[in-house]
């Protein structure tokens, strides 16, 4: 066999085995390519957020000028908030709640407690971004209706200063007379301070007192319902435990959370600050 003769079979066979090569491989690549892709792991327990219904994004009205105990329409909107501040461990831990899950909320600070001023650095920027919105509690939970005219102005001035001083939250329209004790002539002078929505509620957590885990949990599941507002306080450790619980009942219900500056703004917030971030879901 001359030395051209060898070298043209030599190449054919070369080609040949390189088809041959490639036909073995094709398989392995179209099975590679129908199987699906590698799933991560699902994420820890913990950090899982409920399934639930996206929620319905309110159109901020104007804040009513006088007593609200509800929120206004039709929807799967909760409002819960917290009032006082006596512990600084419960502020904190519903600071944190915020900070981990997204929950809105609305407080009702006393200014007198110290937890509010200890734990400003990290409700600050929950306030500025619209997650959680303040309302006037007056400086010290004293019964307003026992008051002279201007006591009454007095304690509901120097917290709303506090409010601003602290939060850069002293324009709330919202007031919470303590103990819900109220009367036409403390209406009045809130409204002379600034806040003409006096907010009420038509449900609570019944930690006004010490109650167990289980307790708030029923007070939670009578009045956990689309639209309300539910009352709690910043008072009494148990609440924090009892926290995965309370976002799983609303889940459970398909509620969501909202601030009371998401449904009743001024016009100027509806631009940007307490109503300037979309409503988030219960999580």
């Known amino acids: 066999?001359?030395?051209?003769?060898?070298?043209?079979l030599l190449a054919a066979g070369l080609a040949g085995a390189a088809v041959a090569h490639g036909a073995e491989q094709l398989p392995m690549a179209e099975a590679a390519a129908s199987r699906p892709a590698r799933q991560q792991p699902p994420a820890p327990a913990a950090a899982q957020q409920p399934a639930g219904p996206a929620p319905v994004v309110p159109v901020p009205a104007d804040p009513p000028v006088g007593v609200v105990s509800s929120l206004p329409g039709e929807?799967?909107?909760?409002?819960?908030?917290?009032?006082?501040?006596?512990?600084d461990e419960v502020v904190g831990a519903y600071a944190q709640l915020a900070l981990d899950t997204g929950i809105r909320l609305t407080f009702?600070?006393?200014?007198?407690?110290?937890?509010?001023?200890?734990?400003?650095?990290?409700?600050r920027p929950l306030v500025d971004s619209g997650q959680v919105a303040l309302g006037n509690h007056t400086w010290s939970h004293r019964?307003?209706?026992?008051l002279a005219d201007a006591d009454v102005a007095g304690e509901i001035a120097r917290n709303?200063?506090?409010l601003q001083d602290t939060f850069g939250a002293g324009g709330t329209p919202f007031f919470r007379p303590p103990y819900g004790a109220h009367d036409e002539r403390v209406d009045r002078i809130a409204a002379e301070q600034g806040h003409p929505t006096v907010v009420m509620w038509n449900g609570t957590l019944g930690d006004d007192r010490l109650l167990s885990g289980e307790e708030l949990l029923g007070f939670a599941r009578q009045w956990f319902a689309a639209q309300a507002i539910v009352i709690g306080h910043a008072n009494h450790p148990p609440v924090t435990t009892v926290y995965g619980q309370l976002l799983d009942l609303m889940a459970e219900r398909g509620l969501h959370t909202v601030t009371l500056a998401d449904v009743w703004a001024r016009p100027a917030d509806r631009l940007g600050g307490l109503s300037g971030s979309a409503v988030a879901p219960v999580r």
Request: with cysteine; proline share 2%.
């Open 75 to 87: 929807g799967t909107a909760l409002a819960l908030t917290i009032d006082d501040g006596v512990s």
């Open 108 to 123: 009702f600070p006393n200014g007198c407690y110290r937890s509010w001023t200890d734990r400003a650095a990290v409700l």
């Open 1 to 8: 066999m001359d030395r051209r003769r060898f070298l043209l």
């Open 143 to 146: 019964d307003l209706t026992t």
């Open 160 to 162: 709303r200063d506090f």
